[in-house]
Structures are given as C-alpha cells and as structure tokens.
C-alpha cells in the first residue's frame, strides 16, 4: 500500500479530529492499522488475511449437498476445489441444478443444511480463494 508522508499526517489528523482511537486500512496485499495513544506502534503493517467470497444461490429452490439422499456431499469443509468442480445441487420448479465453482479455493464452510429452502442470493459455500 502506497502512502505518503502527508497521507499519512491527513489520516492522524482525522483521528484526532473525530476522537478516533483506531483505523484500520486495508486492500488485498497488507493492512495498515493507526492507534492513538500507543507511542511504541503508532503504525503496524501486517499481510492481509487470503480472500474470501461466497458462493450464493442463483436462484430460489432447495439445496442439496449430494446428488442422492444418504450420498456423499460433493464438498465439505476443508475441500479443495477447481473451477467447473460440482458444489451442491439446488433444485428449482422440479429440475435439479449442479452449482459450480466459479474460482478455485478452499471450502471453509457450508452455509446451508441439506434439503434447505433458499432464496436467490442466499450464501451457499463460505470460499478461501487460491
């Protein structure tokens, strides 16, 4: 992250002003955290946390996380998963949709019980990316 010295000044000004005693700034290689009061660390830079997104129902009907009752679930957590790879069944108006992985990841979670009603939009799969 590319800050200057009058950024840097702008922020702690607006601390200050605003009676903050932390901001925390972020993008997708490091983080950069400010606290008032604390004349050991004013500023700590440390590697941001690995991307995470979530798969979401593309539309409303229920989820299935294998392909017959008692089968084994396509992914669970701690899967590893390619694009195209099989995460759930959603089955809608009596079709039954395989939804796939857009991106490869790491499953750390499921968000949903099986045979579960969900809605367009609703957080299926929570994914690390990579």
Not at 8 to 34: G, K, P, Q, T, Y
Request: charged letters at 30%; a negative charge; hydrophobic letters at 40%.
């Amino acid at each position: 992250m590319n800050i200057d010295l009058n950024q840097l000044r702008a922020l702690m000004e607006a601390m200050r002003e605003f009676e903050l005693d932390e901001m925390e700034l972020e993008n997708s290689e490091e983080r950069i955290v400010l606290r008032r009061g604390s004349a050991s660390a004013p500023v700590a830079i440390a590697p941001a946390p690995a991307d995470v997104v979530y798969v979401t129902s593309p539309f409303v009907g229920t989820f299935y996380r294998s392909s017959s009752p008692g089968g084994e679930p396509f992914v669970k957590p701690g899967s590893r998963v390619e694009v195209g790879q099989t995460l759930c069944i959603v089955e809608a108006m009596k079709l039954m949709n395989e939804i796939e992985a857009e991106l490869a990841g790491e499953i750390l979670e499921v968000l949903v019980e099986n045979g579960k009603t969900v809605e367009y939009g609703d957080k299926l799969f929570k994914v690390r990316k990579g």
